[in-house]
């Protein structure tokens, strides 16, 4: 058990994390012991692992979803069948690169027509965020660049991947556009 959250506590946050509602356990717990967001986040991630044990369909699909965030054979599968249920061409592919505390992560996005709280003219659908590591990283560029061909051979869509390397400061592809009348968009 984790000595650092009271058992008061834990018997509120345990439910919390078993059903992946992270965010509401880590406002839970600093609610009610007043601890730093990083003390919260540090004391949660060994919580959580100590419930993978305790718990073992939750350590089964920790591990699952794991994978799916590691692994280029899964990240492959969820473009494929993201890319296949779009309800209509996608006008671009656009690969982003975004970082947090965990590390970096490569998205890859279908920008479909049609207004969006993001967009007067576009809707940006999530197709693949994949989390490489220094071994997969390659994997992960490679893969977001297969999609970006699959439309193109598909749909004719454009593809726009500004950063091969780790970078969150590129423009999004609609930012590189044009401006329209009676929109924002265009730099």
């Known amino acids: 058990m984790s000595p650092s959250i009271p058992p008061e506590v834990l018997v509120e946050v345990d439910p919390l994390l078993l059903s992946r509602e992270l965010f509401a356990a880590i406002s839970m ?9 990083a003390t919260a986040v540090e004391q949660l991630t060994w919580r959580s692992q100590e419930l993978e044990t305790l718990h073992p369909a939750f350590g089964e699909a920790e591990a699952a979803r ?8 899964a990240w492959r599968a969820r473009a494929r069948e993201a890319l296949d249920a779009l309800p209509h061409p996608p006008v671009a592919i656009e690969v982003q690169w975004d970082g947090d505390s965990f590390g970096w992560s490569l998205d890859v ?15 940006c659908v999530p197709l693949v965020t994949m989390r490489p590591s220094g071994q997969t990283m ?12 699959r439309a193109q051979e598909r749909w004719g869509s454009l593809f726009y991947f500004p950063a091969l390397e780790e970078s969150p400061d590129e423009p999004r592809w609609w930012d590189t556009l044009p401006a329209e009348p009676g929109d924002d968009a265009g730099s």
């Open 29 to 37: 717990l600093r609610k009610r012991t007043s601890c730093p967001l």
């Open 109 to 123: 996005f279908a920008i479909l027509p049609g207004a969006s709280t993001a967009h007067p003219r576009f809707t």
């Open 138 to 149: 390659g994997d992960a560029r490679v893969l977001a660049i297969e999609v970006g061909q």
């Open 66 to 73: 794991r994978w799916r965030e590691s692994a280029p054979e």
